[in-house]
Structures are given as C-alpha cells and as structure tokens.
C-alpha cells in the first residue's frame, strides 16, 4: 500500500510510529468501499479531433450534492468547451447525478472511478488514456468543501471563479494563450511559493518527477495550490510521461499528507517550470502586457535514417533479419528510472521499404512546421547501402517528401561509433570518388522533391568532411562535377563535430556549417554520476550521463558561439541516450524531455536564431530511435515532442 518506502525500512511499526503517522500513511486496504463490487475501471476512448471544443472542463465530483452549483456555472460561461465528469461510486446517487449531467449537457463523458488519490488519480487516468489531448488549455476543478475552514464555500467559490467567470472567462482563456511564459492559471491567491508548503512531500515528489527527469531540490517550491486551475497541453504531455497508475495511489482513508496526490499537487509546478513557464493569478495574467513573440525559423531541417529494413549486409554481420529497431528494443534500463527501451508509439515498428510510411512521416512533419529531412546518404565509393528506402521513393513522386542528402561518409565499425573498433565497410576516397559521388547523387537532385532552401540551389551535406584526404580540393572538384552534369551550382554544406586542432577544415570550405547536439556542448561540469540518481545503482554503468540543462545553456554562451564558424545553422536535439547501442557504456543527456526541449527551443529563437545562417533552424534527429534522438511519437510521450516543435516553428493562431 506503500509502495515508495524504500526496503531499508523494514520494520513496518517502527516506520509508521516515526514517520508514517505523522504523513498520514494508509494502514489498512478496506476493498469494496469507492466503488461497485467487482467493477473494473472503464476504458476512457479519445474523441475524434474534428469532433472537439477549444477547451475542456474535467469535474470530479465527490461530493454529489454541489453538482447543481456547477451547472449553474457551466451554463453560464462564453466559451465553448467539452465536459469530462469523474465521480467515485454511490449507490443512491452516482447514476442518477450522471442521468442529470447528460440531461443538461448531452455530449458530456461520465467515468465512474475508484476513490484512490481524491481528485488526482481521476485526472489523471483521463490524461493517460490521451481523452485530453488536442485542446488549447484545460480546466481542472473539483468538489472542494474544505471541511476545516469556516469559510469553505466562500473559498470554492473563489478558487472556482477566478478561472471560469461567467462572460468574462473568454478574456481569461485569451490572456492565459497569449502568455507563452503561463503553464497555470489559478485564482488569485493559489500560487504557492513558500517551502513551508513542502509538509512531508519533498521525498515523495522527487520520486515522481524523476520518473520524466525533472530535478529538485528542497529550497524551490512553486505550485498551483488547492488542484483546481487551468493547465497548458505542455503540462498535461508531462503528467502522462509520469506514467502514473491507480495502482500507485493511496486508498483514500482521510490522509491529510504523504500520499501521491499530495505529492502531485506540489510536483505539477515544476513540470511549467522546467519548460521556463510558472503559475499566473488571474488578475496577475489580465494586467500582463503581451510579449513581442520570438522570431521563427525560416527553413528547418531534421536528419532523418533510413536504416529501418533489413539488408544482405546486415544479415550478415549482425545476425539475420536485424534492423535497427533490433537494438532500439533491446535496450536495457541502467538505473531505476532510466527510460528505456524506448518504443514507437503511431507509426509503429515500421519498414522503410514502404514509401507509405514515408508519406507519413512527411504528413506529420509538415503539421510541425518541418521543411525538410536530411537523409543520410550511404555511399561507399562503388558501394551502396541502405538506398532500398530512397531508390522506392524515386519511384513514388507521389509521397510527398521534401529532402535532400547528407553523404554519411565514415566507415562502418562494430561498436557504432564510428572511431574505432573492427571494419565492417570501409571509406577509400578512391581516386575520382569525388566525380562517382555526384554521379551517385544525380537522379535524387533531378527529382522535384529535393530541397533548394534557397530557392534556387540543390542541397547537399557531408557528415565528417575532415575524414576527405584534402577537404579543399575535394569539395572544389565535387563543385565543378556538378557543374558539367547540368545541375549548376550546389548549395554545400558540412556537420560540425568531432574536429579537432589538427584536422581542422577552412570555414571557407563549405556554404555552411550545421550544429549537431551533443557533440561539442557538453563541459565537465555537466556531468553526473549515476549514484546521485539511483541509490540502488548497480555499479555495471561506466557511460556518461551528463545535464540536458546544462547543455541548453552552453549552446547560448557567447564563449561558444564565438568558437562556431559564423556561417552555422543552430541545432538543437530532443533528447539523447545511446543505451541502445553502447549498453552500459552509454553516453545519456539526463533531464530530457518535452519541456526542456520546448524551453531550448525558445533559448535558440531568442539568441542564436538571428544569427544562424539563414535564420534557419536544424534539429538531431527525426527518428534516431537508437540514440534516443527522435521527434517521431513514443509511447512514453506520445506526440508530444512534434508539438513542442510545432509550438516554435508553426505556432498556432490564437482564434
């Protein structure tokens, strides 16, 4: 019933005498109490989108008898909405009260639910089964009647009206859109920032937010206080990344402390703050002038791997049928809360072979604002492998896929990294590679679908241009060749990382650099030992794990910037963890997820994007499921990180 006591506390009476009384801790199960005999938990089936309101108003409803308020109040408001309604079980009078919501509201969704974590859990399992998603802000209230207080209905009523207020509450939706810096909106009165307000929570919210990578400490605390409030769609992404259970909630036994809920009211403020949002009072986000909006990208790029189908080559060298969803899902957790494996979620396990899936991850790209996929191009002098996907496509004009190349052009070894290990297929740069390589490159620049961000010339980038025995007079010999094929001038581009003092490459060289995270941000005072995560560590791990936080901020120092050739596309990353490749050797960036990224994103519109080469915008990766590095939906975050992309590249009108 405690499952977040640790098992150095094994004598259950001493706990409870020193501890658990004190937070309230559950101490016996009384089945049968919150709901009908033997009635299992109903499956909550999202709407169709077209089919949704604006906003939704999510009621739990404990005590029965104030729904009559909340009608009055409902039917009164100037915005158009679709109503979820929660309710634990009461025989005389849970089928009668939802009888009289659809009476009122016919198109209103009635769960009944067990009476675990009062009006958290409800929330939350409507969260987790997706019934929430695709609305601009959701509002959260319930049946509070704050026995303890004289003035509990007062107070409600307060709490209540600073979110929904009549005719006024369309001018409190707008103004809590328009504010970017919102991830709340509460009464006034209801931002909690005092930590005298953590009671005996602290431990317990730590443990919750660790399960999404969100770090605290003790001496930080801001919270929507009281549970009631509106929240952004960023926020509810998080809540369903905790992945949170009925099973990990408390029977309800009057607990005034220590349970998950009260865990959860405290914990939710960190998830705004961890994307560079905060709670707003209502008269706070009414009197806020809006915010000039940041600048936008002008062309943004994803790369984008093809690896994802099976090929003689890799049959042979790694065993038959291997993809590299083989790794992806063989990836092990290395610490308690590790996130892995991570798994696809809409797209499935897919087979690149079919140009089908790739029009539909070129739909999804294009909802997101994104212009372009950078494909990796694998060409080994005579050799070729991994074309299958592209070559179908040419063949396909109908699957609408902007892109255009980038030669991957270091050699294959063992151990992925592509710096050491055992050779499975070798880069010669052969005499005249140069002039075989645009003439591999021929009929996927003549296609219509291959990208000339600058109107006028094709695209094309090299991974590891210092690798070329003289980068120089191999890119200038790859100029010309171009040129005598008819395709005219090419706008030429290289990835920049792993160049060191002596292999350095002249700026000159290339048209552009491209920016590719990690490689190249992470500094020594990132890192973290795997300890301080896990105190149940088992001592395997000998990777890295280093602060996506931390790298956020080195990619907006001057000191950086000022190192970058000044022809250089900022990039950014989702997320990143090898795990699946390395194992225990892993490198990771801890502390990624949707509203790290968003507040990265927000950090590059702000300071680097005015500088970024064409104000152009490039993001590692759009399906790197192998290193974790991937805008494609999961089935930890679901669609939440093409969103997050969306919100800063093709940010939606407000009307």
Known sequence: MNKDIGPEHRQALRHYLERGKNEGRATAVRPGASSRDGKRTAVVRPLIEGQKAKFAIVIHVFYHDLWSDFKARLLDLDIEFDLFVTATFDPSETDEMFANIRATFPS?????????GRDIFPFVYLANSSVLDGYSAICKFHTKKSPHRTDGEKW???????????????????????????????????????????GSNFERTKAMLARVEVPITEKGISFPAGSIYWLKPEILSMIKGMRLTEDDFEYELGQVDGTLAHAFERGVGFLATNGGQTTRQTSEIMSRPVADPLPLPEFTSCFYLPQFHPTEMNDKWWGKGFTEWTSTVAAKPQYKTHQQPVLPADLGFYDLRLPSVMGQQAELAKDAGIDAFCVYHYWFDRTRILETPMNNLLNTPEIDFPFYLCWANESWRRNWDGLSGEILLDQSYGEGFEERLVEDSLPYMRDARYQRPNGRDPRFVIYRPEDMPNPAQNVCLMRQAWRDSGIGEVELGAVRFHISADQSVAEDVFDFWIEMPP???????????????????????????????????????????????????????????????????????????????????????????????????FINAWNEWAENATLEPSKHYGSAYLETAKRNIKPRSLG
């Open 108 to 116: 209103a969704r009635c769960f009944e639910l067990h009476n675990h």
């Open 156 to 198: 409600r009523d307060h709490l209540i009206s600073g979110l929904l207020d009549g005719q006024n509450t369309s001018l409190i939706t707008d103004a809590f859109l328009a504010d970017e810096t919102a991830g709340f909106l509460v009464a006034d009165g209801q931002h909690f920032t005092e930590t005298r307000w953590w």
């Open 519 to 617: 490689h190249g941000m992470v500094v020594e005072k990132d890192l973290i030992e795997i300890d301080s995560l896990d105190s149940e560590y088992s001592g395997s791990f000998s990777g890295l794990i280093y602060s996506y936080n931390g790298v956020i901020e080195n990619s907006a120092k001057k000191s950086y910037v000022r190192g970058l050739p000044a022809n250089t596309i900022a990039g950014v990353m989702p997320s990143w963890d090898n795990t699946a490749r390395r194992g225990a050797a892993a490198h990771m960036a801890y502390g990624a997820n949707p509203q790290s990224f968003d507040r990265w994103l927000k950090s590059i519109r702000a300071h680097r994007l005015e500088g970024s080469y064409r104000n152009e915008l």
